[in-house]
């Protein structure tokens, strides 16, 4: 938990500044022909993507014939993929109705291509829960993009993202060699792989049905608002969602091997379920309540005046991803205990619901409709979530409802303090000030009442992570 954290922290800082300084130096339409091409490689990988690599990571009996099997059949597909988007470029751009995306769809087709060259032994890291070595190849990855990214971008404009994305990928596959040696071999072995299928097509399903709702999405606000349009939101929810993603990456990629090891342990799965949900809450809460407060000023100081309009974009995601912190928590045990339909159907109807209202939200209110076309599916989704787990779970809300209270009661105390300090500060140096009182007094809030109502954080934390904690001066039987 400890490396994941250090990876996720420099990975995402990392992130975060090359975004706002690529705002700086380039266009939104840019962004929104980078997120074109994005879009195009990513459908057509999620359409072929039969789940091998979780699959390595969830099966209890992996052998060597299985790694070979598994890197020979991605290094095929991604092949294939590569080929098929390069050719068929023009359609793709036309779909988007920007043909200035044909050369970057082209070039950035072959991302997939480095991607399946990575060790496959790399997954032995996520089986094992050893996360220093991914932390290394993951930080590399961000910091060689970054460097690539910034250094070209006022010679070359968009095409300093393509070559920022593309030489992060080599980075990660050289060096994933040293920390994870392998010697690839070529191994078409039907035998080998069919097992992992079992597990794979679930993987494929909901990667498919994901991916077509997000490409949708995009299609209709590239069609309707024009790649600048694409550009600003694809901005929004980079920003929106950041929190989010450095949550889901932190604790996810800890929680689907342990719930895949607490399958036939429901108690234990049931305790776990609920410290890495108030554990997420109390984290995301206030953060999201924080960049929903601030992000005016964001936009304003930070991103400047190419980005204007984002900001109510920004607030209305960041709902959405406060909204789903349920969701986040829940599908690593579906994942965990092998039942993935139960993700596909929550993707099916998110997917179905969100495109069947974006293209009316979006002619009627412009971007901002796009956005708020989330708002009804997050909704849905949760509400199945919720049922879905209690027929997982022993009774998985027991003894949540104080600590949930406590983080409500600390969301609004963020919101207050950092409002006041807006007010009374203007300027970078009031956003500045108020996202640091908000931090603090939330912060303080929620250890005074974990302190005096034995809310159960570091119990909970001691529990799931009793190494971590205990490093720290914590045990499950102290608290």
């Known amino acids: 938990m400890v490396w994941n954290a250090i990876q996720l922290i420099g990975n995402k800082g990392i992130f975060l500044i090359r975004m706002l300084i690529l705002a700086r130096l380039l266009f939104p339409e840019d962004f929104g022909l980078f997120a074109i091409a994005t879009s195009a490689t990513g459908f057509l990988l999620s359409i072929t993507n039969v789940g091998l690599i979780p699959a390595l990571v969830q099966s209890q009996d992996v052998s060597e014939k299985k790694y070979a099997a598994a890197w020979t059949f991605d290094m095929t597909r991604s092949t294939i993929i590569a080929s098929l988007t390069i050719i068929f470029a023009p359609l793709i751009a036309n779909i988007f109705a920007e043909p200035l995306a044909v050369p970057i769809i082209q070039v950035l087709a072959l991302r997939p291509v480095f991607e399946s060259m990575i060790s496959i032994k790399v997954t032995a890291f996520n089986r094992n829960l050893s996360f220093r070595p991914l932390t290394y190849l993951r930080i590399a990855d961000a910091t060689i993009n970054t ?9 070359i404009g968009v095409w300093a993202l393509v070559y920022g994305a593309l030489g992060g990928t080599v980075s990660m596959v050289i060096i994933s060699y040293f ?3 392998y010697r690839p071999r070529i191994l078409f072995n039907w035998r080998a792989v069919q097992p992992l299928m079992n597990f794979g097509w679930w993987v494929l399903i ?8 997000n490409y949708g999405l995009r299609i ?7 790649a600048e349009g694409l550009g600003l939101y694809f901005i929004a929810v980079q920003l929106a969602y950041l929190p989010s993603d450095f949550a889901r990456d932190l604790v996810g990629s800890v929680a689907f091997p342990l719930f895949a090891r607490l399958q036939k342990d429901v108690f234990q799965a049931t305790r776990a379920f609920r410290a890495l949900f108030s554990g997420l809450a109390a984290i995301l809460y206030p953060v999201c309540a924080l960049l929903i407060v601030l992000s005016p000023l ?10 204007a309009g984002t900001g109510d974009v920004i607030r209305i995601l960041t709902l959405v991803v406060m909204i789903g912190v349920f969701g986040e928590v829940a599908v690593t045990v579906f994942r965990g205990f092998g039942q993935l339909y139960r993700i596909t159907l929550l993707e099916v ?5 969100t495109i069947s209202f974006v293209w009316v939200f979006t002619s009627r209110f412009g971007l901002v409709g796009s956005a708020m076309a989330w708002l009804p599916s997050i909704l849905l989704s949760q509400l199945l979530s919720i049922y879905f787990i209690q027929n997982i779970l022993d009774r998985p809300f027991e003894g949540l409802q104080k600590p949930l209270l406590a983080i409500f009661a600390a969301t609004g105390l963020c919101i207050v303090v950092s409002m006041t300090a807006i007010q009374l500060i203007p300027g970078l140096l009031g956003l ?28 909970n934390l001691a529990l799931v992570f009793p190494q971590v904690t205990t490093m720290f001066g914590f045990s499950s039987n102290r608290s």
Do not use: H, K
């Open 147 to 155: 460097i690539i990214s910034i250094g070209l971008a006022n010679y």
């Open 179 to 181: 920390l994870a040696p």
């Open 206 to 213: 909901t990667s498919l049905v994901s991916m077509a709702g």
């Open 220 to 226: 209709a606000i590239s069609r309707q608002l024009g």
């Open 298 to 307: 964001l936009t304003r100081y930070i991103l400047g005046p190419n980005w």
């Open 349 to 353: 109807i998110q997917s179905a619901v």
């Open 432 to 459: 500045i000030i108020a996202t640091a009182l908000g931090f603090g007094f939330t912060a303080g809030l929620l250890w005074i009442a974990d302190l005096r109502y034995s809310l159960g954080f570091g119990r």
